[in-house]
């Protein structure tokens, strides 16, 4: 959000009544760019502006980002806009790709299983993706905590960083919110966003995470979860999908044949 206009560095050495007038200023400010940023990450989850700014009334701006999903979970807005919108009629043109369901890849367990569960290795997050991409998905999601974009540390191994961002830009991958309370990291709980997206898109699931916790929370996610959810493995540094028996999804995935 920046500084405001007028300020400069040598405004910190006047006298205390500055610093107060200062700091007056700046908080409605702070408190704008703060709301924004929730406004803008919600809708990126398919959200409007006006269902996520009153659940922002009824809750109040520091609510947690899991507490504001639950409350628009509880509305599903994706259910009413389907029932209420008469889905458009399909052009004679239309590509085989935009026939394919879309893809949410769990970027944390896909990273954390081809860095063989003790390196975070932005690579695999990056073969996975190719791999959708090169048999004709182009609506691919990846979710990855925020955190992650942080300089590494020697505990926490982190590889190929830089890819984070690349795909970042190409708008395939969303950071889940996190920050630090009392010295301590708060984040949110990015499988909720990963099965919430899946579902209401009736995409697949990439991961190895059976999402149990979310299974019992909501049933419709359960009879979701068990049909959408795409398990993989890594062999010779290749991303491959492990194809259930019978699956339901199986006449979507053209590529299983190719």
């Not at 908080?27 to 703060?34: D, E, G, I, K």
């Not at 790709?97 to 081809?114: F, Q, R, T, Y």
Request: with cysteine.
């Amino acid at each position: 959000c920046g500084q405001p206009l007028g300020w400069s560095p040598a405004a910190q050495e006047g006298p205390p009544r500055q610093e107060l007038w200062l700091a007056s200023s700046l908080a409605p400010l702070t408190a704008l760019c703060h709301m924004q940023l929730k406004v803008d990450f919600f809708r990126k989850l398919g959200y409007s502006s006006e269902e996520i700014h009153v659940v922002l009334q009824k809750l109040g701006l520091n609510a947690d980002t899991n507490t504001v999903l639950g409350e628009l979970v509880k509305h599903g807005p994706a259910e009413r806009e389907s029932a209420e919108t008469p889905a458009p009629a399909p052009a004679p043109e239309e590509t085989e790709s935009e026939n394919l369901k879309p893809i949410v890849i769990d970027g944390s367990n896909v990273a954390m299983s081809h860095g063989n569960k003790e390196v975070f290795s932005c690579r695999g997050i990056l073969l996975a993706v190719q791999w959708f991409w090169d048999r004709g998905h182009k609506d691919i999601t990846v979710f990855v905590p925020s955190w992650r974009k942080e300089q590494p540390r020697p505990d926490v191994l982190i590889t190929d960083q830089y890819i984070l961002r690349d795909l970042e830009k190409k708008k395939i991958l969303v950071f889940t919110p996190s920050r630090r309370v009392g010295g301590k990291r708060v984040v949110c709980y990015d499988d909720r966003f990963i099965v919430k997206l899946a579902h209401e898109s009736d995409g697949i699931v990439v991961s190895n995470d059976t999402y149990r916790d979310l299974q019992n929370e909501r049933p419709e996610w359960k009879k979701f979860i068990e049909e959408s959810l795409l398990m993989y493995s890594f062999v010779n540094d290749k991303y491959v999908p492990i194809l259930p028996l019978n699956w339901s999804n199986l006449n979507s995935c053209s590529w299983f044949w190719s």
